[in-house]
């Protein structure tokens, strides 16, 4: 009886652990399967680009002249109201004007005097040349009276060149802008002795309008854009090119755009850098040289071009640009990206990702790579938007 009893209880224990392993793999193989987690994506379209290429820059003048005196003198008056707008050929300075009003007297005293010579050397020549002919004078005095004459027109000539010279001091005078500008303040009053073309100026003279922006791009850029351009990759649009615009100190826009002059043909030494010169207009006088400033220029079109938004690009460890993009599988798959520049709230790709691709920009934290995802578009920041 009780073997029998035992070998019940046995009976019944196998059954229950029967039991229990099966309601185990049932409740296994019930088991949901894992669900695909959602994520934003933004499918990349390939799109023209204008590249351009944000340079700093100092203002320059277009013409500036140092106003010196040509003569020395007192000067008498000064012409011109200090900061204000003159015409080239206004006068600015009179010096006194005494002495060259004379020299003008002697040279024309001695231009007619010379003319006077002339005329008894012609008369005499005419009279020898008859007399010759009968032998009334000798060749030698015919020969001396027409080497006095020709003396004579030399005299003339000579005393027309001292007329023109002593004229020209007294024009100089008379100090005048060469260039229309802004006139600064002047360096000397009424009753001070300036001498002829010394070093200290009177005063300067600034065009303000139109001005010109230096700007410096490293010879690196330049480089690699010349490569660029001549491998195709960019298209150059010479007409879009030649435009720039400013960005003045406080941020704001300078109203009017600018025409890009002329790229150095040398390389400084000591930063490495090319200077470029674009030329703005400036009417309303904003633009002073010296003013810093930042430049957009034109370097050229793309075609094809892939931006992609900033906020799906992240960086490895070893500093490349890396992104998550969802598969034909349905699946994480990660990039690694080579990135040209950032236009807009996007970043210009040339490697890693093409047109079609659904690149994650949102919940990149909750994915891994190899993971199964829903990708829904994502809510904002295409990668159109520029």
């Not at 007409?239 to 790229?263: C, I, N, P, R, W």
């Not at 990702?353 to 919940?363: F, K, M, P, R, T």
């Amino acid at each position: 009886m009780k073997v029998n009893q035992r070998i019940y209880l046995l009976l019944i224990a196998s059954g229950v652990l029967t039991g229990l392993a099966g309601c185990g793999e049932e409740q296994q193989a019930a088991a949901p399967a894992q669900q695909a987690m959602p994520v934003g994506v933004v499918t990349l379209q390939s799109q023209q680009v204008t590249l351009t290429k944000e340079l700093p820059g100092r203002i320059a003048a277009s013409q500036i002249a140092e106003i010196r005196p040509q003569v020395s003198g007192i000067v008498q008056s000064r012409l011109f109201v200090e900061g204000s707008q003159v015409k080239a050929g206004d006068a600015l300075y009179q010096i006194d004007p005494a002495t060259f009003e004379a020299a003008v007297g002697s040279a024309k005293a001695s231009v007619a005097r010379a003319e006077a010579g002339i005329a008894s050397s012609k008369a005499k020549i005419a009279r020898y040349k008859e007399l010759l002919k009968t032998n009334a004078v000798s060749e030698q005095d015919y020969d001396e009276a027409d080497a006095a004459y020709k003396q004579a027109k030399a005299d003339l000539l000579t005393a027309q060149a001292q007329l023109r010279t002593a004229q020209i001091n007294l024009d100089y005078s008379k100090v005048t802008s060469p260039i229309d500008g802004q006139i600064s303040k002047s360096a000397v009053t009424v009753g001070a002795l300036v001498s002829a073309n010394q070093n200290t100026a009177l005063t300067t003279v600034t065009q303000l309008d139109p001005v010109y922006v230096d700007l410096t791009q490293s010879s690196t850029e330049l480089l690699e854009l010349k490569r660029a351009l001549a491998s195709g990759a960019i298209d150059s649009d010479k007409a879009a090119q030649t435009m720039v615009e400013l960005t003045l100190e406080d941020g704001s826009v300078y109203s009017h755009k600018g025409t890009l002059q002329f790229s150095d043909v040398t390389v400084d030494q000591g930063t490495g850098s090319v200077t470029l010169r674009a030329e703005f207009p400036n009417p309303e006088k904003i633009l002073l040289p010296g003013m810093y400033v930042r430049a957009t220029v034109v370097e050229g079109i793309k075609e094809n071009a892939i931006l992609a938004p900033q906020r799906g690009i992240s960086r490895n460890t070893k500093g490349q640009a890396t992104a998550m993009v969802v598969n034909k599988e349905g699946k994480v798959e990660p990039r690694i990206l080579e990135a040209d520049r950032t236009i807009g709230t996007n970043w210009l790709i040339k490697s890693g990702l093409s047109a079609g691709d659904q690149l994650i920009v949102e919940g990149l934290q909750k994915v891994r790579p190899g993971a199964a995802v829903t990708a829904t578009p994502a809510e904002s920041n295409s990668a159109n938007a520029q």
